[in-house]
């Protein structure tokens, strides 16, 4: 029997035919908890399962899913934490094992099995470049891609949990983007607890960002998820460099006190407790009666986007099983937008079958996971199903690679006439 390996392609070979197999995909987290995933197949009349072409018929899931295996890996046995690089300078460790027969979930992951490789996936390109940024206020890691540039350049900002997450910048930096990953809370000497933001905070980065050497000057990206989307939209209103903003999964409608000068740029809306239930296994999520009416596109809370300068563009992206119900507040923003014609300015894509937590291809779907809600931890219900997130993914991905290299480096005049000098240099 030998196995064949590839990041979404698996071949197992050797096998009877007809013969039930199980595959399992394990890995752990820098903490060294375990997470599995498997999936029931059959081999072929050649003895033969082609996970690229096979269809599962039991297990994590079933059908034709070539990166079910990766999609679908959970903590075991307890199924609560979510699966995130702490350390994207290293391979994510995993071993591919095959076992005789249809296994259960725990009988799977008791199993030696027949056969089993040791897989390395690599998240940062060969010739990446990473500095620690300790500014006067700002706080983060800065990814240069490999070569001397011009590149375009964003930040990048995470939600509630807080902490300084960098895999999402690492891997933009291996297809040629510099980003800049910051914490705003709950890392270093930043504060644990939130009273308030300040845009100056985040303003600081962009000035920091756009002088780095190699960087395309006076225009950046920002990609915001979750909780981390209100002040990108802050910062694609106030701020005249930052020229692209990405909303995935946004709250569009802060939590948090958003300043500028001074000044706060619009109301808070927390939600009621009474806008959550709890669902079978203790599963905390939102009522969506209890918020599709409150999110209009003159809440008080929603973001001026229309007052943004006209070179300033917007995508915004949520599932449309998002558990968080964040495509109302697009579709509030979008309706406020329309009313004022700024409409061009907004691109919007509603992914079927995604949840709130749309990562970067190939990143396990967390359905639901432990979330701090401040006076509690509690298990949140994210949405989605491993299919549609992982096609979500795909498509995001490139499209927001796409999205900030057009709004950052193409309408560049800088860049332009970089390009240009380039073309004469080798003319002589």
Known sequence: MCLHDAPTSIMVKGMQPQAPVTLTLTTHNEASLKFLSYAHYVSDDSGTVNVERSEAVGGSYTGEFPAGLL????????????????????????????????????????????????????????????????????????????GPGPYPAAIDIFGASGGLKEYRAFMLASRGIACLAIAYFKYADLPKNLDSLELEYFEEAVEYLLQQPGVIPARCGVIGSSKGAN?????????????????????????????????QLWKTQKLNPLYYQ???????????????????????????????????????????????????????????????????????VIYKEAGHIIEPPYNAHPGYSTFDMGLAKVIMKWGGIPWGTCKAQEHNWNNMKNFLEMHVRDRSAWYQQYIDRTRTEKKL
């Open 231 to 263: 002040p990108t939209l802050g910062m694609g209103i106030h701020l005249p460099k930052v020229t692209a903003v990405v909303s995935i999964g946004g709250k569009l409608i802060g939590d948090t006190p958003l300043t500028y000068r001074g000044k």
């Open 278 to 348: 709890i669902e079978e296994h203790n599963i905390v999520s939102v009522k969506e009666s209890a918020v599709k009416n409150l999110y209009t596109h003159d809440h008080p809370g929603i973001p001026n986007c229309e007052d943004a300068p006209d070179d300033t563009h917007f995508l915004l992206i949520a599932g449309d099983d998002d558990q968080c119900y964040t495509k109302l507040e697009i579709d509030a923003l979008m309706d406020r937008m329309k009313l004022h014609g700024r409409e061009h300015q907004c691109q919007t």
């Open 71 to 146: 999609l679908s890996l959970m903590e075991f046995p307890h199924h609560y934490t979510r699966l995130q690089k702490d350390d994207p300078t290293t391979p994510w460790l995993m071993t591919l094992a095959v076992h005789e027969g249809h296994l259960t979930l725990e009988q799977s992951g008791a199993s030696e099995g027949l056969t089993d490789v040791l897989l390395e996936r690599h998240i940062m390109a060969p010739g990446v470049r990473s500095e620690t940024v300790v500014l006067e206020r700002v706080r983060g890691n800065i990814f240069f891609p490999a």
